[in-house]
Structure formats: C-alpha cells, structure tokens
C-alpha cells in the first residue's frame, strides 16, 4: 500500500504532539489505532464519522485494507525477530449485526467471546490473563480494579508484542555524559550509552539529525530523530512527510554510534483525553452511535486504556504493548572517516516497518535512568 495513503503514521505523530514534552514518553500507535478500528467498526452516523476521520479512511473496504496490511506487518517470526499482534473483544450484548460480526471476524483475525460483566472481577482477570499471555507477561495488569464495571458491556482488546537483535550489535554499555538541556553544562547527567562503529543511514535536515538502526529483519528498523536545536521545537514542527523523506533520502554512512541503554513504559492508563483531543469525541458521550455492536442497550465508550513497555540494551529491543477499549451502557519510538551521531540529549525515536513507512512504536526520551 502507498505510504502517503496509510495512516499508522500520521496518526503516530499528532499523537505524540498532545502529550507532555518534558517527560519520557512511550507507546504504540499501533496498538491503539487497531483497537480504534474495532470499535468503529460498531458504530454509525456522526461517531462513524469521526473515526473515519481520526483513523484517515473513508470505507470498510479501505479499512480493511489497512487492517490487512496492519496485520501482515505484525505477523513475522524467527529466531532473531518476533513480531506478533492479537485482537480480541469481550462481550455482554447480543443482537450485534451480521455485517458487523464478519467483518470483524475476516479482517481482525478475532471473534466476540461473550461474558457476564455482573462477575466485575472474574472477567477483569481473564482479560489481564490473555493480555499477559500475548505480551509474554510484560503486562500483567492493563486493566486496574474499578476499570470495568457491572455497566461494562464490551471491552475490546489488542496486544503486540516485539522482540529483535540489532543487525550490527552495540559493544557494552559504559557511563557518558547527557545533556537534559542541550548546551547547559548545569543539566548534565551520567547515564550508560552503547558504542557502536557501522554503516547506517543517516541524513541531516533542517530541524533534526536522523539514523536508521536495522534490526536482523532488515524491514525492520529503529529510527532516532535528534534535535538541531531542541525537543520542542522538533515535536511542534516534524510531520510524518519529514519522517518517511529522511527515510527514503538518508544515505548509507560510516557513523560512530552512542546510544543510550535504557527502559521505559510503566502502569497503564487512560488516553482518553488524548484521543479526545485528536477528534474522537461523540464516542465519550451519550450521544455515542454503537448501534452496529448493540440495538437494545445504547453503548458508549467510558474509556480507553493503554500500556507500553521497551527494553532497548547491547543485543536488541523487545517491546510490547496492550489497548483496551472499554465500551459501557450509557447512563450515565581502518582510519575511516566517520559520521558522529551521539545521542546524547533529548530525541524521538521510532521502530517502523520501511517498506510500508508504518510507524509500529513510538517514544520520546528525554531522561535517562540512573541505573539500568
């Protein structure tokens, strides 16, 4: 599919742009966008609408497209690389439409397992217990005690799991200098970085400085944008035409690579306001439309919960990440000359699929740990 038409991307990017810039910060666009797409899947008239606006399609037909590229990006395995993605959606509603169920079925590769939302507790494990199966227990706990309720009538679920060696592989971490602000001798802190001499592709634009970091599934990659001048400035202007031009222009470069070792993600939480905010609204209220999932009880999103987790060291990365939408009865990132490429202040960093352009995973960091 045409880069320019997936929407992965676009919606990685203004996503990141409404979160809070001084803090690390990491998630999947990927994740969230499919369980998004299951949940406009139910829907009709005006919150139909502002999906197929917050998520850039215009049809199912599209959709599934999408979906389907989507999945086959994130169903790759061998003993280097392990990519994999799960759907599933718990249900307490009958009478869900025919049109609605298949092409849930078809193109998310997942069916509805009906429970009774009266057993809070019970339902709320067996959710937990799927997610940490498909996350290889690095998620134990996406949804917390009081996430659901006896008012819950659907939750629908996506998990996806990441684990890869780097094609060239870093030598041993040691202590380096980070700057938290960048040119300010007061802001510097020590932190481990990894080391690395190799042929990457690399490129300098006009607010950032950017390298690829293949994996040994070469499609795959981490990309690091770092900043000219600094982390603002670069989260207010970059676009996601930016990011797929440094990959397609960046050339192959003999570059001196410092990296920082590190880890991030933590407790789920609500990203309801951020998907607010981007434009999915009527979805939060009781003018909700989820008449395709349920004609007898009135449904509306109460909340959409999200966790994330990478583990970025010598040998590779593995991340992992779940989404819950969480749906209720209305009521109420030799003497060579080389490119030096030290990553040793603030940046974005991404782990995409380069020959789609889709951004799977994407992060900012900012501070680093004091131990790793």
Known sequence: MDSKKHPISHFSVNYLKKTTQSENFFFSPASIYLSLSMAACGSEQQTLKEFKEVLTYQNNIELGQ???????LLMASSQ?????????????????TQN??????????????QVNFTETESVRLAINKWVSKQTRTKIDELLKKDTINDRTRMVLVNALYLKAEWLYQFETAQDHQFYLQPGNEQSIVITKMMYKEAEYKYGKYDSFEYIQLPYKNEAYVMEVLLPITNLSDLENSITEEEIIRAQKVSKKSNVRLLLPKFKMGGASQSVANILKQLGVQEAFTNKANFKQFSQAEPLFISDVIHSANIDVNEKGTEAVAATAVCMSKKSCINKIKFQEFICNKPFIFTISHIPSNTILFLGRFCIPQKEI
């Open 100 to 113: 609605c169920k298949q092409f849930i079925e078809n193109n998310f590769n997942t069916g509805f397992e």
């Open 66 to 72: 999408l979906i389907g590229s989507l999945n086959t």
């Open 80 to 96: 280097q690389f392990s990519i994999l993605s799960a759907n599933k959606i718990y249900t307490g509603v009958s009478g869900i």
